[in-house]
């Protein structure tokens, strides 16, 4: 038996003033991370007096491109944009089993084939309602939704790992080479300042035929703009069959169109399309190049107020961005020190990664009855 969503959730309609919210509660399109990554703190609030509320174990879904999947169980009161759709789970629902319905694949595929519009396609709230879920009793909902749940709290575990050895890796850089520590706080004499062109090659993306692009896996990794970005590393979204720029595995991903100089890894080799530029160390100190490039972060800034409509930067202006050239000898110590944290930290991806195919390979199974929790507990 089976049952319409609208039989186990409901739309949330309460309002609150954005007077009595922060950076840290306001969630709109713009701060939910692509394919279930959650959300990351708000640039801003909205200018109206008051917007749409949540509440903490509320599902928030952005209704705008639902390709993209972004979905957020709610662990705070706040408020949100129109365009973030709050369910809230009615009695005798698990909220976190409401999540995790919401969170398969073949819901954001039905949201996305139902939607409105064409160049950004709104979520149709009545077709939404009327998706098609599984009558399970609570208990049910309570084993399959901690089951899914033990997984994500190992990638929100591994996440954690890596923001705080880039947090350590970053401060040994700026240790290093902006406050010269171990140096007496002085650049040491045989070092110089120099361009990014000395100590890196540049590669501009360039996109492949439009007609190339697919989600199905076909052909090479795919990344365009900053669109595909995530933690560390960029989203495996789109690929291509006719792929023309490249970067490697290893490589540092930085946007050259608005914004200007967010920064990624490449996981495996890729495709580099427009807006995107791929910085590859000249010599064994890819770690340097990487950690200079967080450091440029003020001076790729600027570039965010060139251009007629966006801001940008060209090749040649980032082949001339000011760096710091020290000796061989330090740039081989910096990296027996950092070059361990960057290997931990995509090994962490990589583990990660198999968790969450795991979970999206579970999700449907157990929500279809395929699996049961007690199968699960057979097969330790």
Partial sequence: MTFKLSDICTFADGRIAVADLDLNNYISTENMLQNKEGITRSAGLPTVNQTQAYQAEDVLVSNIRPYFRKIWYADRDGGCSNDVLVFRAKENVYPNFLYYLLSDNTFFDYATATAKGTKMPRGDKGAIMRYEVPDLPLDIQIGIADTLAALDARIAENRAINNHLEQMAQAIFKSWFVDFEPFGAVMPDDWREGTLSEIATITMGQSPDGSSYNEDGIGTVFYQGRAEFGSRFPTRRLFTTQPKRMATKG??????????????????????????????????????????????????????????????????????????????????????????????????????????????SLLPRLMSGELSVADLGDAK
């Fill in 251 to 360: 490589d540092v991903l930085m946007s050259v169109r608005a914004p200007v100089g967010d920064l990624n890894i490449a996981f495996e080799s890729c495709c580099l399309g427009r807006g995107l530029a791929g910085i590859q160390s000249n010599n064994d100190g890819q770690s340097f190049v990487l950690y200079t490039m967080f450091a440029l972060k003020q001076t790729l800034d600027m570039f965010n107020g060139e251009g007629t409509v966006f801001g940008s930067i060209n090749k040649n202006d980032m082949a001339n961005l000011p760096v710091l050239i020290p000796t061989d000898d330090v740039l081989r110590q910096f990296g027996e020190l950092v070059n361990p944290m960057d290997a931990a930290i995509e090994a962490n991806y990589a583990e990660s990664c198999n968790l969450q195919a795991a979970r999206d």
